[in-house]
């Protein structure tokens, strides 16, 4: 937990909660270093007399990506998975799993087999045993299938769903390399607030008196670096579960960004689904900015990937003739814009260059 010198504790935010938080220290507790300190520690504030935990909350919020389709494309992945010790009652489960599942139809119709699936989907497992005793006495299954080595590989199934999916990201940029020491709560450890002022590292912003201190980066240009860092790395999102089976690309490929003076994220539920791909709906996006325009303070910068977009042509005609121009030349015309149509990494870089 150090937001001085690593941004990603800066702009993710981090926690350390401290046992009995708030309570004011008996006589002769001491207070324990960050040296020494572990997640179970408590970690006074320095002049006060009370514990306070460590925490700061992201300047970053994003919201669940969400599909813009009802439905979509779905597959599934049978696989095993190799124990080193078993459950009795779970291997028992699986193996009456097993039983229904390959029972005739005749004696258990597919769609008792499906509401059997679902009544114990995500219960625990002597639950989950419970009731498929009882179905398989009711269905007259007198033999479970059996496992010939009870440590051998118990099945599973992977489920992948196919959509487009539309988030939002908001980033606090005031609250990049500022940090609050406010209250029982501090966003900084106050065993090293004094070694980071000494290095020169940090400086006060304000002084609360009594309530606590806010403290900002010394070098006011190393949170503008991470904030244009970060809008840049949105453009080129990687990563997800199970990479080295299921590599997808997940990079956007349509990115809409701007500056705002205010904290509301108005670039939501801009995109519909169609039979011949997602379409931007270009009437909703131009209403929203004009409610918004007062606190727009850059162009709102459209990145589309060419071919992607249903209604790619109808969403360049908000920019006709596009920018190609050099920096100076394209701030200026920036600051004329009201949209600006390019790709995803152009969006997100142009968009840095109006914050510098």
């Not at 087999?113 to 009544?119: N, R």
């Not at 539309?166 to 609250?175: K, N, S, T, V």
């Not at 900015?289 to 459209?302: E, H, K, Q």
């Not at 949209?339 to 152009?346: D, G, I, K, S, Y």
Request: charged share 30%; glycine share 8%; net charge negative.
């Amino acid at each position: 937990m150090n937001p001085i010198d690593y941004a990603e504790d800066d702009l993710f935010g981090y926690m350390r909660a401290a046992e009995g938080q708030g309570r004011r220290l008996s006589a002769g507790e001491a207070a324990v270093g960050d040296d020494d300190a572990t997640d179970e520690d408590v970690v006074p504030d320095a002049g006060t007399d009370t514990i306070a935990a460590v925490m700061r909350a992201s300047p970053l919020a994003a919201s669940v990506l969400a599909s813009i389709r009802s439905d979509g494309w779905q597959g599934r992945d049978d696989g095993f998975v190799h124990v080193q010790s078993h459950d009795p009652a779970a291997l028992e489960l699986e193996e009456w799993k097993r039983a229904i599942d390959t029972a005739d139809i005749a004696d258990v119709p597919r769609a008792k087999k499906e509401a059997f699936k679902k009544q114990i989907r995500g219960k625990p497992v002597t639950d989950a045993l419970a009731i498929a005793r009882g179905f398989v006495k009711e269905h007259s299954i007198a033999d479970r299938s059996p496992m010939p080595n009870p440590q051998s590989p118990l099945p599973y199934s992977t489920r992948f769903f196919n959509s487009h999916l539309e988030g939002i990201f908001c980033l606090d940029r005031a609250r990049v390399g500022v940090f609050w020491n406010l209250g029982d709560r501090k966003e900084l450890d106050p065993h090293r607030v004094d070694t980071w002022m000494k290095e020169g590292k940090i400086e006060l912003a304000e002084d609360r008196g009594p309530l606590g201190r806010i403290y900002r980066l010394k070098d006011r240009s190393v949170a503008g670096e991470r904030s244009r860092r970060l809008i840049q790395a949105l453009a080129v999102l990687r990563g997800g579960a199970k990479q080295a089976a299921f590599a997808t690309d997940v990079a956007p490929k349509a990115l809409i960004l701007a500056g705002l003076s205010c904290g509301n994220p108005i670039f939501n539920r801009l995109f519909t689904d169609s039979e011949d791909g997602p379409r931007l709906n270009t009437q909703r996006l131009t209403e929203v900015v004009g409610d918004y325009a007062s606190r727009i303070a850059t162009p709102v910068f459209v990145g589309i990937r060419e071919g992607y977009l249903d209604n790619q042509h109808e969403v360049r005609q908000l920019s006709p003739g596009g920018l190609d121009v050099s920096t100076d030349e394209l701030r200026a015309k920036l600051a004329r814009a009201s949209f600006v149509v390019c790709t995803p990494l152009q969006a997100a870089s142009w968009l840095t260059e109006c914050l510098r």
